[in-house]
Structures are given as structure tokens and as C-alpha cells.
């Protein structure tokens, strides 16, 4: 049986909103927070409805059974700067590092992926990548599965931590995706970051059409149980 749970998010841009009203769908609570505070949010949650709250970024750390980061690039640091802590939580990094939709507005971090640089911002926390890879648009079109011949569209996450991504797969599902594995923070986060062979699609890629894209690239994809 599902268990509902609380998704803190912090950004309320095109990214929060959509993330929002999907984890709303499938029965969970979110708190929302932006940098101008709860009352620039009323709106927004009225609109939502049952289940949404504005709240402080602290709010949405501490009441978060996982928190969810979708701000720009450019924002992140800030955004997270003085929270916590993050002893343990779940946290799922939205991001890229890009400062543009170009091919060369893209920020340069040497040899880290762009969700080592976001660890490194929530010291403790277990960061799994997840929801950067496909045009947001696309990701709020997801669709169930209208028979149980159809496929489920994939979303792909990577991380460090097992039991963290079994979290993630949990919400995935519950919004009516596919999880996939594409490993470590570091070598999955490269495969689904910013000029990775997983980003770029302009629609969610069915399960046979991933797999048979993970097989191409030598990723053997670990099955994604719940958590223990």
C-alpha cells in the first residue's frame, strides 16, 4: 500500500509547479518555497489545492520526508545556503548546469558532474538525480499507461545512495513513470546531464526504447525495488 508523504520544494518555477501538481495527483503533500517568501505563493497554492502549502525553505527541509531542489543553476547555492540539516534526507536534484537553452550556455565544473557540485552544497544528505533530463513540458505531459499492454515512459535517476533511489523510484511510479538506474551520482549523472546521451530527447522514452539506449551504452540498469 502507497504511504503518502510530504515533498518539500524548493523553486517554484516551471519545474516546482509541475512537480507539484504531479506528486499532488498521485496523493502526497508538497511545500513550496521560493526566495520571496510564502506570501508570494498564495496564489499558487490556492490554485493547487488540497495538499499544498507555502512554506519557508527551512519549512520545506524540515517537513520534507524529501526535498526536492528545482531552482536555476544559477540560483541553487542561495537557495540552499544555511538550511538543514540534511542528516540522512533524501534530497532529488532537478538541475543542470546550464545558464541557457544553447549548446554553449553551459557552466563549467571541471571534472565534477552537476550533481557532485549539488552534494557538496547539502553536506549529509543523499542526493539523487532525477527530472533533468527531458524539457519540463514533456514531464508534465506524463501519461499512465492506458492498457497493460502499453509501456510506462521512463524517467532515469542516478545516486549513490540504494536505498535513496528505491525513494525516488516510489514517487516515480506513484506519478504514473518508469524509474531506470543509470548508476552513480558521477557516472550517471553524466549520462543524464547536461550534453549527456540521455538528455536531449524531446519526449519520455517508453521502457523497451531505454533499456535497448542503456544496453547501447554498456549501463546495466539494477532493478529499483522499494525502500527496505
Not at 109 to 125: I, N
Not at 169 to 181: F, H, K, N, S, T
Amino acid at each position: 500500500m502507497k504511504t503518502a508523504m510530504t515533498v518539500g520544494i524548493l523553486g517554484a518555477g516551471q519545474m516546482g509547479q509541475t512537480l507539484a501538481r504531479l506528486f499532488l495527483a498521485a496523493g502526497h503533500d508538497v511545500v513550496l518555497a521560493n526566495s520571496r517568501g510564502p506570501a508570494s505563493l498564495s496564489a499558487l497554492v490556492a490554485e493547487l489545492g488540497k495538499g499544498a502549502r507555502a512554506g519557508t525553505p527551512a519549512e520545506a527541509v524540515r517537513d520534507g520526508d524529501v526535498v526536492v531542489i528545482a531552482t536555476r543553476w544559477e540560483q541553487t547555492a542561495a537557495a540552499v545556503q544555511g538550511l538543514g540539516p540534511f542528516d540522512g534526507k533524501v534530497v532529488i536534484d532537478t538541475t543542470n548546469n546550464r545558464f541557457g537553452p544553447g549548446p554553449k550556455d553551459i557552466v563549467d565544473l571541471g571534472d565534477l558532474t552537476s550533481s557532485e557540485a549539488v552534494a557538496a552544497l547539502v553536506p549529509g544528505a543523499r542526493v539523487v538525480k532525477a527530472f533533468n533530463h527531458q524539457p519540463i513540458p514533456v514531464l508534465g505531459k506524463l501519461r499512465r499507461p492506458e492498457s497493460r499492454y502499453d509501456e510506462r515512459q521512463v524517467l532515469f535517476i542516478a545516486g549513490d545512495d540504494a536505498e535513496a533511489k528505491k525513494v525516488v523510484a516510489g514517487l516515480i511510479r506513484d506519478i504514473g513513470g518508469e524509474p531506470m538506474d543509470t548508476g552513480t551520482l558521477r557516472d550517471g549523472g553524466k549520462l543524464q546531464g547536461t550534453g549527456g546521451p540521455l538528455a536531449g530527447y524531446n519526449r519520455l522514452l517508453s521502457h523497451s526504447e531505454a533499456s535497448e539506449l542503456l544496453r547501447h551504452l554498456g549501463v546495466g540498469a539494477p532493478e529499483l525495488g522499494t525502500p527496505g
